[in-house]
């Protein structure tokens, strides 16, 4: 079972809004990503989490805010985003950091 | 140079043809090499992976890879209308932390 699960399926928030954004798996997974996706255009990395430790922040502005509160879940905080924030947000897993297997992704509009 | 480069296509061919996807990238050191497809709206879906020189099939797809001209290769036998989709490339880059740096995309159109 390579499954991935990511909620809320589709999200719309305004720009003054807290949401967050949740992915789950138990494949027992030691690395856990966030990705970012914009139309036409391939995933962008955001956060790794190795062992349920921050290990890469590719320069995300501090409206997001990742969080691991343990080794199957994943979460991305989000507040105050603008439009342009409005994308596929991708949650992965990795057994060790090679094979990456993506969740359904979050699609989410910032009004 | 981009660390990983593909033809954005689109790749046209008709039913039951093979599709030949193609990738190249920068990083001698890499070692690991994937390919996901992506169709519209969804998210990523692995379809192969490959680590040595040589082939590696699995049912209709096979997977290339040659090391020594940085290239990697995805052949689609008997190619289907639901093959049609974005191929994406990815490689483990070793330069940037050992990150997954993919590929613009290559879009494939299978035609009945």
């Known amino acids: 079972d390579t499954e991935v699960t990511q909620t809320p399926k589709h999200l719309v928030m305004g720009m003054t809004n807290k949401k967050s954004l949740k992915c789950e798996q138990h494949?027992?997974?030691?690395?856990m990503y966030w990705y970012k996706q914009k139309a036409k255009k391939p995933p962008e990395l955001m956060f790794v989490y190795s062992y349920e430790k921050l290990s890469i922040n590719e320069s995300v502005p501090s409206r997001f805010s990742p969080e691991c509160p343990n080794s199957s879940l994943l979460n991305l905080h989000l507040h105050a985003l603008q439009p342009e924030d409005s994308a596929l947000y991708l949650c992965a897993s990795s057994p060790a950091g090679e094979t990456q297997y993506f969740g359904p992704g979050t699609r989410l509009l910032v009004l | 140079q981009k660390e990983v480069e593909q033809n954005s296509g689109p790749l046209s061919v008709p039913e039951g043809a093979i599709a030949s996807l193609n990738c190249t990238y920068s990083d001698r050191g890499s070692q690991s090499f994937f390919w996901y497809r992506q169709y519209s709206g969804k998210s990523p879906e692995l379809i192969m992976s490959i680590y040595s020189n040589g082939d590696k099939e699995d049912g209709r797809f096979t997977a290339q890879l040659n090391k020594a001209s940085q290239y990697v290769s995805l052949l689609i036998r008997d190619s289907q209308p639901s093959d049609s989709a974005t191929y994406l490339c990815a490689v483990i880059h070793m330069e940037y932390g050992n990150k997954l740096v993919f590929g613009a995309g290559t879009i494939l159109r299978v035609k009945s």
């Open positions: 494949m027992g997974h030691r690395a």
